[in-house]
């Protein structure tokens, strides 16, 4: 068990190895907010608080970004051959994939939780306990979006391979969803793939969090954050755990 | 009698239309150094993966101290350790960060951790690398802290792949000597080397095996592979007053396998030169031969290697 936390003191070790997605990401973010949100807010005409919609939207893009660095992550280590060597230590399987995943997931949080402040000093606070209430389910999103992170690189090593998968998961999911304009302004197809997308419940919950009049929060979204990200967690160590016994090199 | 600890029945890797190890059936005693030798891409590295319970093995069984590498494949890890050919670091952490985490999550308290960092980074001159991050070692300093991570270890079972590639000769002696003291101290060393001189070093008292294209070809102690090279030893006998009628005689003798006289030398190829030297002595004094050199020369790993690697080489 000990050696468990050792995993993912290991992940937390190195906090700051990736500083330049760090740094790109955060600058991302912050242009996204201080920028293109009151860019938009002038544009978009309508009775809806478009700025702090699109904040609320960005940050869930944020907290999915950094969950997907696992990707990357697992991708370079099995290049690397670092995972031959984590497979050779006294632990087991399981433990070693829980590990993983829950040092990217304590990671993902770290990154976004100062962004989350400067979010919630753009948008206001809202209601405090609602926000308090999502934050669970939150984590429990980023947790099951490193664990897709973690199924994605299990596959491919290679970085143009997994640039065109993350590209096209990105571009269908986050078009895809009520991140940066609400379902009302989808077309009907749009509206029923956005129905099952995480990205839109996960902003959805963060709106409401937020307090927005528009946003109610519906046990449909609180189910749909729970499973889907169950299902991830389940499967990435599925997958995980089958691709390390079966070899990676094959 | 000699206890085994890695037992091997019929081991097969295969990677699509290669098989890496091939039906391999191998017992390794407890205590001892059992150098791998083999050409690259005989199947060493993969046979470590297996044992290591990186891969999973195609058909076959292994057994490590009694434990199944697939089934309690767990507790394997509990008494393994591994060196990798290739260093497998984390590229921003720097040794003592490496080799600290490492050490405790290998179980050593952190007293015993210090020390054993502290002995290992002195012998292996690791000192220019202080600080630095790995990405920024050179190719040389990654290798010293890969084999640091299992000497500082001390695991039961050492597999040790290619250890000191790329090292220098003063470093070379020193990890030969500290792998040494691993096993002197009860570990058991499952070693792949392609060099002679480290397989000559570190099997010298115990055994090897030549592997290629996945099978185990020859295994036995050095001096027992060595003897069977018919012809092997060679004495090299130096005189003015060489008479072609004595290679008659010699030949008689059933070690010698063949005799070549060149001028003032004759070169006796012979098997286990020792049984039989000081008979040839004689029969050379008897004849009057005046005897300015006799040398005996046994044949090396090299030789070994080639014999048993070489229809497969060409």
């Known amino acids: 068990m000990s050696n468990f936390f050792n995993i993912i003191e290991r992940d937390l070790k190195r906090l700051w190895n990736y500083k330049i997605f760090i740094f790109t990401n955060t600058l991302t973010y912050l242009v996204q907010i201080f920028v293109y949100a009151f860019i938009l807010d002038f544009l978009v005409s309508s009775e809806l608080d478009y700025m702090r919609f699109y904040a609320a939207g960005v940050a869930i893009l944020t907290l999915w970004s950094f969950g997907m660095w696992a990707a990357w992550e697992i991708a370079d280590e099995r290049s690397e051959g670092v995972i031959d060597y984590h497979l050779t230590l006294p632990l087991s399987r399981t433990e070693y994939i829980l590990g993983r995943m829950i040092g990217g997931t304590l990671r993902t949080i770290v990154y976004s939780i100062p962004l989350f402040f400067i979010f919630l000093f753009v948008t206001g606070m809202g209601s405090f306990v609602n926000l308090l209430s999502i934050f669970g389910l939150l984590f429990l999103f980023s947790f099951g979006v490193t664990g897709l992170g973690v199924i994605i690189g299990s596959f491919t090593k290679e970085h143009t391979k997994l640039s065109f998968i993350l590209g096209l998961i990105d571009a269908f999911l986050i078009r895809l969803s009520t991140i940066y304009y609400p379902e009302y302004a989808m077309d009907y197809w749009m509206q029923f793939i956005s129905r099952i997308n995480p990205l839109t419940h996960a902003s959805d919950l963060l709106r409401w969090g937020l307090g927005f009049p528009d946003n109610s929060i519906t046990l449909y979204s609180i189910l749909f954050i729970v499973i889907f990200s169950l299902i991830l967690i389940g499967i990435a160590i599925r997958v995980y755990s089958k691709r390390l016994e079966g070899g990676l090199a094959t | ?314």
């Open chain 2, 1 to 314: 009698m000699k206890q085994s600890i890695i037992e091997i029945n019929n081991l097969t890797k295969r990677f699509k239309d290669i098989v890496a190890v091939d039906n391999l059936t191998l017992e390794i005693y407890e205590n001892e150094i059992f150098g791998l030798l083999g050409p690259n891409g005989a199947g060493k590295t993969t046979l470590i993966y297996m044992l290591a319970t990186i891969y999973r093995p195609t058909s076959g069984t292994a057994h490590i101290a009694t434990y199944d590498i697939v089934e309690q494949s767990a507790k394997v890890r509990e008494l393994i350790g591994v060196s990798f050919q290739e260093a497998k670091l984390d590229w921003s952490l720097n040794y003592n960060e490496i080799l600290n985490w490492h050490a405790k999550i290998c179980g050593l308290s952190k007293e015993e951790r210090q020390k054993r960092i502290k002995f290992i980074v002195e012998k292996l001159q690791l000192f220019d690398a202080k600080g630095k991050p790995a990405y920024k070692l050179s190719g040389g300093q990654k290798k010293k802290i890969e084999v640091a991570k299992i000497l500082i270890q001390r695991p039961k079972i050492a597999f040790i792949d290619e250890p000191t590639a790329f090292l220098d000769p003063h470093i070379k002696k020193t990890i030969w000597d500290l792998i040494l003291e691993l096993r002197d101290e009860g570990s058991t060393v499952l070693l792949a080397t392609n060099l002679m001189r480290e397989a000559e070093v570190l099997c010298k008292n115990d055994r090897i095996a030549i592997m290629n294209q996945g099978k185990i070809i020859k295994s036995g102690s050095p001096a027992a592979l060595k003897d069977t090279i018919p012809g092997g030893d060679i004495i090299q006998v130096q005189s003015r007053n060489l008479k072609p009628e004595i290679e008659k005689e010699l030949t008689n003798i059933p070690n010698i396998v063949d005799i070549r006289i060149n001028d003032n030398q004759m070169l006796i190829y012979l098997n286990k030169a020792e049984d039989v030297a000081s008979t040839i002595l004689q029969i050379l004094l008897q004849h009057g031969i005046s005897v300015e050199k006799f040398q005996m020369s046994e044949p090396t790993l090299d030789d070994v290697f080639f014999r048993y690697t070489q229809k497969f080489l060409k």
